[in-house]
């Protein structure tokens, strides 16, 4: 039988050994060891920030130099800087507007780790997660300069399939990687990661990403 998930597994000990606010910021470290997403002096958009884990990997490898911006609907506690964090909703109709207007971008990586508050209704949640994912992407074709990259939590199963046709169509490269950290708490979830967006490929519909039209869909939660 497999072991049941410890939440206070290995990476738990290992996150709180080295001040870092969450075990997932392994699952980015793993990421950026085996595919540079982050460049020092990097602009970095991490979606569903909080409470703060991945924006520490990101900004410890943007450097002084670089720029990371974390968006939650929760609030973060201040992390020092490169880093920044803001309350927002990532479907929120304005969030698109002031990322142009406050938020630095462009941006050359943007990262979603995005995740509703489960139901425990299994097809509701994989639904939910699918909508973040995909609000995501086509924030990400919206804001990242040419050359950039997109990191995106999915869950396997629904309509994973056609979310990675999808982002293919988007990006030059895309893979399909299983950190450790995923691995370790049993979870069916798999990061995208994807590189260089081609010029010309429109937002998928869904979401409005204009910043002018009506609300979004689902907030995850
Ligand atoms: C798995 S946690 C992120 C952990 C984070 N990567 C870290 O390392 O600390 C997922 C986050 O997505 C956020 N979230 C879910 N729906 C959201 C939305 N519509 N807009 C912004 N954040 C959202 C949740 O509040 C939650 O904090």
Redesign the pocket.
Known sequence: MPKPYNPRDRFYEKARKEGL??R??FKLEEIQKRFRVLRPGGRVLD????????CQIAAREVGARGFVLG????PIAPLPPPSQTWV????STELLLRLRSEGRAPYDAVLS????KTSGIHGVDEARSLD?AGRALALSLEVLKPGGSFVVKVFMGGDFDAFLRTCRRAFRQVRVVRPEASVARGSKEVYLVCQEPRRGVDPPAGPDTSGAASEGPG???
């Open positions: 606010r969450a997932s910021a979606l569903g920030a909080a409470p703060g884990g991945w968006v939650d609907l929760e927002a909703d990532a479907f780790d995005l995740a509703p973040l907030r995850g939660s």
